[in-house]
Each structure stands twice: as structure tokens, then as C-alpha cells.
């Protein structure tokens, strides 16, 4: 308990929590968060990747006189919609490592001291805080490995794919040839120097939805809001390198679907089905039910 009237860090129940509300299906839970994706990514595949669509959009936002795309060249938009949105997913980042790191500090203590220091900890604010941060540990430590694996993910399908941008072929005034990533795919090789596919900075935007994962673990209120917030995001990182000629629509879709693939399949790993199927904490709550016998027992007393 802390002393001196200081305000403690909310403890953390590690077990599966009951957000009170109804729980969703096994069916249902992997039709939502595999089912839906998986059809995106075969409606996208026969809108983009089947059909001249992409190039459609990009042909009306490249000027052939000037061999320039709209946007191609102005800083101010590429600091504004390139650099300076790096900060939200490298801010994620380094929290998440900070976090992990904090998370292991207080069982080290513990032990290192035999319970010395604990004493002078606890008269401090460092105790509640090391010990919130140890009780998120598995929440850290998912944060950083599903970055990490969804990184690799991405940077594997530049490689092995190598889709050039679209500046970089020869529809645009480059020197590649524009090709299909499902035409150069190779499963075990780096096929060439493209590296457009999927989007990069479409996917630094979306990795922020490893959030979304630990507020369904969590039952947090504002869940879906935050999927929503970072689906947007994710869309807009993307969807800003277009005008620029870096990028073709369907880049930034893709790297949604994948995000989404690697992020869920990471967070099914750490914390199973059952803790990820709750739904968001603002959908209807159970309706409250009374022990049997206690309406008699009520009556009684009055």
C-alpha cells in the first residue's frame, strides 16, 4: 500500500479479465480478424493488382511535359507527410523498449537486495511505478517483438518481391521496367534492388496498432476509436506518398493487410484467443443478474 497519501499505479490482473459484456465466438473471432483481411487482400489484389488501376490514378497526378509527379519535388510536403509522421511509430518504439527494460527492474531488486531497498522504495513513487511496469511486462514485450516481426515482415517482401517505385520505371521517366509484385515473387531470394512493395511508410503508421491489441487484452473503452485512429493514419502515411511518385495506391492497402496479418498473428502468440476476443468495453454489458435466492432473502429482511 502506498504511504504518505501518494497515489499507487492501477495494478494489473494477469489472468484472462471480465469486461462484463458478451464474449465473441471462436467462429466469429477469426471471421473478423483473419476471415475480412483475407477477403481485402483478394479484393484488392483483383481491383490493383489484376487491372491498370493503379497507374490509371497515378497517370493523372504525373505531369508527361514536365516528367514530374504533382508533389514530386516540394520539400515542404515531404518533411510535413514523409519525415516529421515518423515520429508517432519510432515514439512507439522506444517507449516499448524503455517499458521492457523498466518492466524487469523490479523482481532484479527484489532479489538483488533480498528486500533492503524495497522499504526506501516504497516511500518513494518508484515503488507503484516499477511494479506497474512489471505487471505490463508481457505488454512491453509484445509491443517490441510484434514492431520487430512486422519490420522483418515488410522488409522480406521488398526483397523478394523488388517492386521499383513508380518513379523509378519507365512509365514515369525511369529506367525499370514496371512489374506486378506477384510477377517477381521468390519465396527464398532477393529478386532485384526494388524495394516499393509493400509500402514502408505505410507500414511504420499501421504498426501502431499493436495498441489495439493490448487494449483488447486490457478492455480498454476507447479500443475501437483507436483502430479506427490508426487505420486512418496508417491510410493517410501512405496514401501522401501517391502524389510524389513513390508509391502506387494499392502499396499502402497492402501494407494494411499485412500489418494486420503479422500484428494478429504476434498477439494470438502472447495472449491466446480467449483474452483477444472480448469485445470493446462501449458495446451492450450483460444484464446484471442476482444471486438465486437473494430477491427472497431481500424481501425477508425488509
Not at 462484463?20 to 471462436?26: D, N, T, Y
Not at 504525373?62 to 515518423?86: A, G, I, N, S
Not at 500484428?263 to 502472447?270: D, K, N, S
Amino acid at each position: 500500500m502506498p504511504t504518505n497519501g501518494m497515489r499507487s499505479f492501477p495494478p494489473v490482473d494477469t489472468k484472462t479479465k471480465d469486461c462484463g459484456m458478451f464474449p465473441v465466438s471462436r467462429r466469429r473471432f477469426y471471421l473478423l480478424n483473419l476471415g475480412i483481411p483475407l477477403f481485402l487482400a483478394a479484393l484488392i489484389f483483383c481491383i490493383f493488382d489484376l487491372t491498370s488501376l493503379d497507374v490509371w490514378i497515378s497517370n493523372h497526378l504525373y505531369d508527361p511535359v514536365t516528367q514530374t509527379f504533382v508533389l514530386q519535388h516540394d520539400r515542404t510536403f515531404e518533411k510535413l507527410t514523409h519525415k516529421m509522421p515518423r515520429i508517432l511509430p519510432d515514439s512507439m518504439g522506444t517507449l516499448s523498449i524503455v517499458g521492457m527494460i523498466l518492466s524487469l527492474l523490479w523482481p532484479l531488486l527484489r532479489r538483488a537486495s533480498g528486500g533492503r531497498e524495497i522499504g526506501w522504495l516504497e516511500s518513494t513513487r518508484l515503488a507503484p511505478m516499477l511494479r506497474w511496469f512489471s505487471d505490463h511486462r508481457r505488454d512491453f514485450l509484445f509491443l517490441v517483438v510484434s514492431v520487430a516481426v512486422t519490420t522483418g515482415m515488410i522488409h522480406y517482401f521488398k526483397a523478394h518481391t523488388s517492386v521499383w517505385c513508380p518513379v523509378q520505371t519507365t512509365l514515369y521517366g525511369g529506367v525499370n521496367e514496371h512489374r506486378e509484385w506477384f510477377e517477381t515473387f521468390n519465396l527464398l531470394h532477393d529478386v532485384g534492388g526494388g524495394r516499393c512493395w509493400p509500402g514502408g511508410h505505410a507500414s511504420s503508421g499501421f504498426t501502431l496498432i499493436a495498441l489495439y491489441f493490448v487494449g483488447r487484452r486490457h478492455c480498454w473503452k476507447f479500443t475501437r476509436q483507436l483502430f479506427i485512429a490508426v487505420m486512418i493514419l496508417g491510410l493517410i502515411y501512405g496514401s501522401t506518398r501517391v502524389p510524389q511518385g513513390w508509391h502506387f495506391v494499392s502499396h499502402t492497402l497492402w501494407s494494411g493487410v499485412l500489418v494486420w496479418l503479422s500484428m494478429f498473428g504476434t498477439a494470438l502468440a502472447f495472449y491466446g484467443r480467449e483474452q483477444l476476443s472480448k469485445p470493446s468495453s462501449n458495446k451492450r454489458h450483460l444484464p446484471h443478474q442476482e444471486p438465486a435466492g437473494s430477491s427472497a432473502s431481500a424481501r425477508a429482511a425488509a
